[in-house]
């Protein structure tokens, strides 16, 4: 289980495929700390570490993966969200996220509000997810609040330290981010619409 609560970022060193797979080599601050077979969410998704090199580590994404996130549009270069699971007696300054990506969403608008970050998101609402008037939403594995929430999109506000601090500074219109929505929504929405 995460929070959100995005620790560093990561360069991609490298990409290798393998079947239908893709390793994904990354360079990161937190590599000492890591070990083969642990859990890290990388713009959100969970992605268990089976190499370790240095301060680069090694991720493979099976086609599901690939299929319903924006894994299969990394290259090398591009920094990721990184974020370990939450240790038991951690804080949970986020909420509970745990690193499935629900669908892809994209980046609709982009407004500088001087001082802060104003972005819009768009995304498919016939997947049955939705957002609901401040509540949470995980966006490349960074806990936010969401407002104007509309059938198939909605808005967040970044502050410059997350702007900084995650790859929101990278982001542009039309780029496409991976969207974990609430679990707490989303059993509520299943209790209500049944199975």
């Given at each position: 289980?995460?929070?959100?609560?995005?620790?560093?970022?990561?360069?991609?060193?490298?990409?290798?495929?393998?079947?239908?797979?893709?390793?994904?080599?990354?360079?990161?601050?937190?590599?000492?700390?890591?070990?083969?077979?642990?859990?890290?969410?990388?713009?959100?998704?969970?992605?268990?570490?089976?190499?370790?090199?240095?301060?680069?580590?090694?991720?493979?994404?099976?086609?599901?993966?690939?299929?319903?996130?924006?894994?299969?549009?990394?290259?090398?270069?591009?920094?990721?969200?990184?974020?370990?699971?939450?240790?038991?007696?951690?804080?949970?300054?986020?909420h509970i996220v745990q690193g499935h990506v629900d669908q892809v969403g994209f980046?609709?608008?982009?407004?500088?509000?001087?001082?802060?970050?104003?972005?819009?998101?768009?995304?498919?609402?016939?997947?049955g997810n939705v957002t609901v008037e401040k509540g949470s939403i995980t966006i490349?594995?960074?806990?936010?609040?969401?407002?104007?929430?509309?059938?198939?999109?909605?808005?967040?506000?970044?502050?410059?330290?997350?702007?900084?601090?995650?790859?929101?500074?990278?982001?542009?219109?039309?780029?496409?981010?991976?969207?974990?929505?609430?679990?707490?929504?989303?059993?509520?929405?299943?209790?209500?619409?049944?199975?």
């Amino acid at each position: 289980m995460f929070t959100g609560i995005v620790e560093t970022m990561g360069e991609i060193k490298a990409i290798t495929k393998e079947g239908t797979n893709i390793h994904f080599d990354i360079q990161s601050p937190i590599t000492g700390e890591l070990k083969i077979d642990q859990s890290v969410a990388h713009n959100g998704v969970c992605l268990t570490v089976v190499q370790i090199e240095g301060d680069v580590y090694r991720v493979t994404a099976i086609d599901e993966t690939l299929q319903k996130t924006s894994l299969s549009e990394w290259s090398v270069g591009k920094k990721v969200n990184l974020e370990r699971c939450m240790p038991a007696n951690g804080r949970f300054d986020g909420h509970i996220v745990q690193g499935h990506v629900d669908q892809v969403g994209f980046v609709k608008k982009v407004d500088s509000q001087d001082g802060s970050w104003l972005f819009d998101f768009s995304f498919d609402d016939t997947k049955g997810n939705v957002t609901v008037e401040k509540g949470s939403i995980t966006i490349n594995g960074t806990s936010l609040t969401c407002f104007n929430s509309i059938p198939g999109g909605f808005s967040v506000a970044i502050i410059p330290y997350t702007y900084e601090h995650t790859n929101f500074h990278q982001l542009k219109v039309g780029d496409k981010v991976n969207l974990e929505f609430d679990i707490v929504g989303k059993y509520i929405q299943r209790m209500v619409k049944g199975y």
